[in-house]
Every structure is written in structure tokens, then in C-alpha cells.
T-cell receptor, first 113, second 116 residues
Framework: SQTIHQWPATLVQPVGSPLSLECTVE??????LYWYRQAAGRGLQLLFY??????ISSEVPQNLSASRPQDRQFILSSKKLLLSDSGFYLC????????????FGDGTRLSIL | SQKIEQNSEALNIQEGKTATLTCNYT??????LQWYRQDPGRGPVFLLL?????KEKRKERLKVTFDTTLKQSLFHITASQPADSATYLC???????????????FGRGTQLTVWP
């Protein structure tokens, strides 16, 4: 069966520090991968998606970037964190076929001080 | 831009009753719509998917309807139980028919509490 792992589960970082969140998927190949942010009281906002290695599309302009160095690895990064980057970050994968559901990891709670 | 509204932030019902959650959207024509359940501190879990050419889908005690004319989906939980207490999220799929990008756009969710 397929599994998705995100780490760390929680992270406290100072403003201006760099960020690297990692997500890996097991048990499938060629998945579509997604990064979302969920701010308090708001819905999930799609940040990035990827349909293959090295292929990244951004949904919203922001202070973050994403990379996919391997088929089942998706990384969310920032060179300098802002206070507004605080939130709950979720990674998800999906089979490439049409009309498939997404499967989410358990997220990283990021607090910026 | 598209707008997705879920009827209320919170819904409280008594055990055994049917919970009905509403998802309305504007400026959008999704090829499909999905419902997810999210527990505190966890990622969303997929429940049901309904395509634009389907009127209704069922899975055990769950039922979802999709009215593309009204631009509305209803999500029902029959014989609700305290274990059904969670936040339920509506998500709209891509507008491009046949797309494999699989992007989803989520509402803010409705927090359901089922009391004994």
C-alpha cells in the first residue's frame, strides 16, 4: 500500500532563517505531488504542484519554493522566512489518472518567531 | 477568481440525526468535486468524489449530491455518531476536462460536532 511521510511534525524558526520541509511517498511511482498551506481559520491553499521530476508549478506568488529531485520526493524551501509563512503545511500525492483523490501526509506545523 | 463557500463554520447535531453540509461555489465549473474529513492536527482524509455528470454518490452512511446548475454540493451523514465529529472540507477539481494535473481548491470547512 502507499504511504506518505512528512517531517518534521513541528518546527519553530526565527524570522529570516531558511526552511526545508521534506515529503516522501512510498508504494507508487510517477505520482502527482502537491504542497498546501493551511492558515488558522482558512482553507487549504494550493502552493505548488509537480507532475514529474524537476517539474514545478506555482499557484501563488510567495516567499517559498519547491523542488522534486526524485520521483517520490518533494521539498518545500525558503531562503528567508517571514512571519506570514507560519501555518500548517501539508503534502499530498495522487495517481496521475483523471479524477483521482489526493492522499495527504500529517503535515508540519511551522511557527515563526 | 473562484469562490468556494461551506455553509457554516460549525454544525452541532444530536447522535442519530442526519448531518447536512453545504458547499457552494461561484465563477467556476469543476469537472469533479471531492469531500474530505480532517481531524485536529492531521491531514485531510478522502471520503467521496463525484463527477459533474453524476447527481449522487453514496458510501455507507455518506451521501453526496452535485448540482452543477445551482453550483452546489450537499454532503449528508446519516445516523451520525460522536466519532463523526471532525471538520469536513469541500474541494473542487480542475476545470479542464481530461486534465491530469489534479489540482484541488478547498473551502474553509465545516466543523461538525455530534453530541450523544
Amino acid at each position: 500500500s502507499q504511504t506518505i511521510h512528512q517531517w518534521p511534525a513541528t518546527l519553530v524558526q526565527p524570522v529570516g532563517s531558511p526552511l526545508s520541509l521534506e515529503c516522501t511517498v512510498e508504494g507508487t511511482s510517477n505520482p502527482n505531488l502537491y504542497w498546501y498551506r493551511q492558515a488558522a481559520g482558512r482553507g487549504l491553499q494550493l502552493l505548488f504542484y509537480s507532475v514529474g521530476i524537476g517539474q514545478i508549478s506555482s499557484e501563488v506568488p510567495q516567499n517559498l519554493s519547491a523542488s522534486r529531485p526524485q520521483d517520490r520526493q518533494f521539498i518545500l524551501s525558503s531562503k528567508k522566512l517571514l512571519l506570514s509563512d507560519s501555518g500548517f503545511y501539508l503534502c499530498a500525492w495522487r495517481h496521475r489518472d483523471r479524477n483521482q483523490p489526493q492522499h495527504f501526509g500529517d503535515g508540519t506545523r511551522l511557527s515563526i518567531l | 477568481s473562484q469562490k468556494i463557500e461551506q455553509n457554516s463554520e460549525a454544525l452541532n447535531i444530536q447522535e442519530g440525526k442526519t448531518a447536512t453540509l453545504t458547499c457552494n461555489y461561484t465563477n467556476y465549473s469543476p469537472a469533479y468535486l471531492q469531500w474530505y474529513r480532517q481531524d485536529p492536527g492531521r491531514g485531510p482524509v478522502f471520503l467521496l468524489l463525484i463527477r459533474e455528470n453524476e447527481k449522487e454518490k453514496r458510501k455507507e452512511r455518506l451521501k453526496v449530491t452535485f448540482d452543477t446548475t445551482l453550483k452546489q454540493s450537499l454532503f449528508h451523514i446519516t445516523a451520525s455518531q460522536p466519532a463523526d465529529s471532525a471538520t469536513y472540507l469541500c474541494a473542487l477539481g480542475d476545470t479542464v476536462r481530461g486534465s491530469t494535473l489534479g489540482r484541488l481548491y478547498f473551502g474553509r470547512g465545516t466543523q461538525l460536532t455530534v453530541w450523544p
